[in-house]
């Protein structure tokens, strides 16, 4: 941004005087003046945004416009950001949003240049995102993943492949509606989310202008915008992203490499000195030359990657993506009547017992993969193999499996085969969805993680490492799943009776019996 007069050129006082009068408000003390004042600072903690819900309205005349025409809104319920929404509208180019940015944060800025850059005063300040280049490239990792997730491939798949998965069919619901409201409540807390990461990186930024995003996205409302124009943008954005991230992610590689290059050259200098060895030893110069060698890659990959970009570039960018990955999970999630769908099913209509509400997904997780190992090796299991499964086992579980065991009869009536058959149909759909449970509890992590994935978020294709909630425990049905363990533990109980019967030990106890019944 190259210097400009505090008076700025004729065009530009058009544009600032337009822009003026769109808002002819926004200087005016109000209550939400004040309490803008008040949280100055950037807190955004304090009121926690959250992504959508609730009915759809048009934008209020109170809201901000942009400086030039917009397409006029939709006429119809199904086309605004829901009460107390988190995000609403999506601009389409960068000016619009500088536009919409500074009117809505009250921002002091009097000049706007043509090429979308932001002018504070004489000078424009701009921080270097330096070390803080692998949060940002964690960030854009997850932005990128939550967009891909939203693609016309995905969409399919989530609603043609994991809807009528036999998990989610028997342990979640069958109902559709009520699974694309628990998809669109997941989506909108991953977008809740990424955005959080936005705001914490926009209140870092050195010019003012980026501070407190959580008021920017509080009051974007949803307008007709281009979305093919909207989308192009978008996708450019998380496309350059991503290149950096990726060049990010190598930096961290070469970070580490460097660093042990250098312990191996301090080590063998010590070495060299406590024996009074020549410090240009040939062993000391080649190790000295690869040190030389990996900093020169290290700053090459420095000036490539996002450790060299302002942050201030990265915001506005970031900023642009979770307006259009709003404005599309609002679309895609409608129903028939393009209304949006149930906006927090985890409140209104998903029953209490979910086991990712009560913090028991990855218990049941270990449960289910305890009984599969044992079932796979029956022959070969340690001695307190069956006081763990045991003692794990949930109360509801405990209680009902005395009176199973008693109920099922001599253990003749069913044979081994058939046993091991019937325990196989249940295991083969359960043990997928116990493994991506604790799959995804092993969380996201945080530079590591990411870094290690390569450049498998760049790919157009749906990923196995990108797993959904619907695809694991989190909102099965507690008592569905206890049954489903419950029916697997007795079985196991009556394929250990079985086994010990052929081998004519009648009177031998079972997997699970005294004392631990």
Not at 163 to 170: A, E, K, P, Y
Not at 482 to 491: H, S
Request: with cysteine.
């Amino acid at each position: 941004m190259g210097g400009v007069c505090s008076g700025g050129t004729p065009k530009q006082k058009r544009e600032q005087v337009a822009v003026s009068r769109s808002v002819p408000n926004l200087h005016t003390p109000s209550k939400e003046a004040s309490l803008a004042s008040e949280s100055k600072g950037g807190d955004y903690t304090k009121t926690p945004p959250k992504f959508g819900s609730g009915e759809v309205g048009r934008p209020s005349s109170r809201d901000v416009k942009p400086s030039k025409p917009s397409t006029p809104p939709r006429e119809g319920p199904g086309k605004a950001a829901g009460k107390g929404s988190f995000l609403g509208r999506a601009g389409t180019m960068s000016l619009d949003r500088a536009v919409d940015v500074l009117d809505t944060l009250g921002s002091s800025v009097s000049n706007l240049n043509p090429s979308g850059g932001f002018i504070s005063g004489i000078t424009s300040r701009v921080s270097k995102i330096s070390i803080l280049a692998f949060e940002v490239a964690n960030t854009i990792v997850k932005g990128s993943n939550l967009l891909q997730s939203l693609s016309e491939e995905n969409i399919q798949f989530l609603k043609e492949g994991i809807f009528q998965s036999r998990g989610v069919q028997i342990l979640v619901s069958s109902d559709t509606k009520e699974l694309l409201s628990i998809a669109a409540s997941d989506k909108r807390e991953e977008l809740d989310i990424f955005a959080r990461e936005v705001i914490r990186f926009g209140n870092l930024c050195k010019d003012p202008q980026w501070h407190n995003l959580d008021r920017f996205f509080s009051r974007l409302d949803m307008e007709d915008w281009e979305q093919k124009q909207l989308k192009v943008a978008a996708e450019t954005r998380i496309q350059e992203l991503s290149s950096l991230a990726q060049y990010t992610s190598e930096l961290y590689h070469e970070l580490h490499n460097l660093d042990r290059f250098e312990q191996d050259y301090k080590q063998k200098l010590e070495e060299a000195e406590s024996l009074n060895l020549p410090r240009k030893g040939e062993s000391l110069t080649m190790l000295l030359t690869e040190v030389k060698r990996q900093k020169k890659l290290v700053r090459s990959l420095k000036n490539k990657s996002l450790w060299s970009k302002s942050l201030e570039e990265i915001i506005a960018k970031l900023v642009e993506i979770v307006s259009y990955i709003y404005q599309e999970i609002s679309d895609i999630f409608r129903d028939n009547d393009n209304k949006l769908v149930t906006n927090n099913p985890k409140e209104e209509n998903l029953p209490p017992q979910r086991l990712g509400l009560m913090g028991l997904a990855l218990h049941y997780a270990n449960i289910i993969n305890l009984i599969n190992t044992i079932a796979s090796r029956p022959a070969y299991l340690p001695p307190n193999i069956r006081d763990t499964l045991y003692h794990g086992l949930p109360l509801y579980v405990k209680n009902a499996l005395r009176g199973c065991l008693q109920a099922n009869g001599s253990p003749e009536e069913l044979s081994i085969p058939k046993l091991k058959a019937e325990m196989e149909k249940t295991l083969k759909w359960l043990v997928p969805v116990a493994a991506n449970t604790t799959k995804i509890h092993q969380g996201f992590g945080w530079v590591g993680e990411w870094a290690n994935m390569g450049n498998e978020f760049e790919n157009g294709k749906p990923s196995s490492t990108n797993l959904i909630r619907l695809q694991t425990l989190y909102h099965a049905d507690k008592q569905k799943t206890d049954l489903c363990i419950l029916q697997l533990v007795t079985w196991l109980h009556r394929l250990f009776s079985l086994m010990r019967h052929q081998d004519e030990h009648d009177e031998a106890p079972g997997f699970l019996s005294e004392p631990n019944l």
